[in-house]
């Protein structure tokens, strides 16, 4: 009997227009938040900074088989929209699944989602509304949010070992320079102290032979 209630209120439901299937609820959006706040984290790093907008262009091309992106477009989207890097790639995926799905021109199909975006939707209604199944987008963003934040640690990891090894350099040339120094002062001090002991000595010899000379001139005079 609550079995037969259940279907019955679930299907009025369903007529009535408010039933939500969990295929178009939050887990989706959950997944994707997640894979959003993986490629902003590594957006966030010296290294992500120079190469998002990049990478994200060439993902969304292999995507799409297309050209359609560029480093400058992404950009450009990232600075217009005020949605994060995370986000557009979720948009543009989504997007591109549209475009596909029904025909749409591209940049018809990312305006359209993007502003479903910023009227508050999550991923899973945006998807519902469009006619696209969410599932397929988050497969592929986690996939090429992963390969992302790798590729950038990877990059990170390489330049802080250049980094080292140029510090490394840095520090044996100071090293040597220092060294350099050193011996020039030792040369230059052992020479003037030599300088000095042959003027004493010099000074020396000058004095023995005027000591000399006035003893040989005092013995001729008393003669």
Do not use: Y
């Not at 790639?89 to 591209?106: E, F, H, Y």
């Amino acid at each position: 009997m609550r079995t037969h209630q259940s279907i019955m209120a679930a299907a009025l439901a369903i007529t009535l227009g408010v039933w939500t299937s969990p295929a178009w609820g939050s887990e989706p959006d959950a997944k994707l938040a997640k894979d959003e706040a993986r490629v902003d984290a590594a957006a966030a790093t010296p290294v992500g900074a120079q190469q998002v907008a990049a990478d994200l262009a060439r993902d969304l091309n292999k995507d799409c088989k297309c050209t359609a992106f560029s480093a400058a477009s992404i950009t450009a989207q990232h600075s217009q929209t005020g949605l994060g890097w995370g986000e557009l790639l979720v948009a543009d995926r989504l997007a591109i699944a549209v475009s596909k799905k029904t025909g749409m021109p591209l940049a018809a199909a990312e305006a359209q989602v993007i502003s479903q975006r910023q009227q508050g939707l999550g991923w899973g209604q945006i998807a519902k509304a469009d006619g696209v199944k969410i599932h397929g987008v988050v497969k592929d963003v986690d996939k090429a949010s992963k390969e992302f934040a790798k590729a950038v640690e990877k990059d990170q990891k390489a330049l802080a070992r250049a980094q080292d090894r140029i510090e490394d350099q840095q520090e044996k040339a100071a090293g040597n320079a220092a060294k350099a120094v050193d011996k020039s002062e030792d040369q230059a001090e052992r020479a003037a102290d030599k300088a000095a002991k042959g003027a004493d000595k010099a000074a020396e010899k000058s004095a023995d032979k005027g000591e000399g000379g006035g003893g040989k001139g005092g013995s001729g005079k008393s003669k």
